[in-house]
């Protein structure tokens, strides 16, 4: 009796996570598709495989479950970049980030494209989110860079432009994939690709910024 207690509310919770990822996969494949407006909570439920009630249990609205989708993704890009102090070697730090962005790029590109659309559209569902906690993450960063800068552990360059170059670099792998394979000739970006363009930009931003 004791066993099936403890395992039981752990096990409904790994459940509830589990649709809940399923149903943001789902609604990201769908805004990535018809847009925020053409999407409906009927079709991401179907695609999902669950009642669209359990839907409305997780989010209470579209809107929330498309900024759910956006803040997902912005998460997921920006974990490497969370835990940084000015004591870390800007190297690996740089260099890690880089990989995990391209990773992203190769693993969840829709992601990134629907990302990009709400960018273009000037992010009006994501405004908020970005005025408030992402601007004090992004100074934050910019802070850390300042005193790698005053260490000498790199040239006196802005860094808002350097973590813009990153995003851009990156990023270009996933949005812009159809030009690359295009310009390449090539039928698809192969892993190897990927990891090619990663070496690149680290050469690149690591040589630019003064970086050994």
């Not at 479950?65 to 690996?92: C, I, K, M, Q, R």
């Not at 405004?127 to 934050?140: E, G, I, P, T, V």
């Not at 260490?151 to 973590?163: E, L, R, S």
Request: aromatic share 12%; hydrophobic share 40%.
């Amino acid at each position: 009796m004791t066993k099936s207690i403890i395992r039981g509310p752990y096990k409904l919770g790994r459940i509830r996570e589990q649709s809940r990822d399923l149903i943001l996969q789902a609604a990201q494949a769908e805004f990535a598709c018809h847009g925020f407006r053409g999407a409906t909570m009927q079709h991401i439920a179907e695609s999902a495989q669950v009642p669209k009630a359990n839907i409305h249990y997780y989010f209470t609205s579209k809107l929330g479950l498309y900024g759910a989708v956006l803040e997902n993704t912005l998460n997921l890009w920006d974990n490497v970049f969370n835990e940084l102090s000015s004591h870390d070697e800007p190297a690996y730090v740089l260099s890690r980030y880089i990989d995990a962005k391209i990773d992203f790029s190769r693993t969840h590109p829709t992601a990134s494209r629907l990302f990009a659309k709400e960018m273009i559209s000037g992010a009006p569902h994501l405004s908020a989110y970005l005025q408030q906690d992402y601007r004090q993450w992004f100074k934050q960063r910019m802070s850390v860079f300042e005193s790698w800068v005053a260490q000498g552990k790199m040239d006196n360059i802005d860094p808002a432009h350097v973590i813009f170059m990153i995003w851009a670099s990156t990023q270009y792998y996933a949005d812009f994939e159809p030009q690359i394979i295009i310009a390449n000739d090539t039928e698809q970006l192969t892993e190897q690709a990927f990891l090619d363009a990663a070496s690149s930009i680290k050469h690149i931003i690591l040589k630019g910024c003064g970086i050994h």
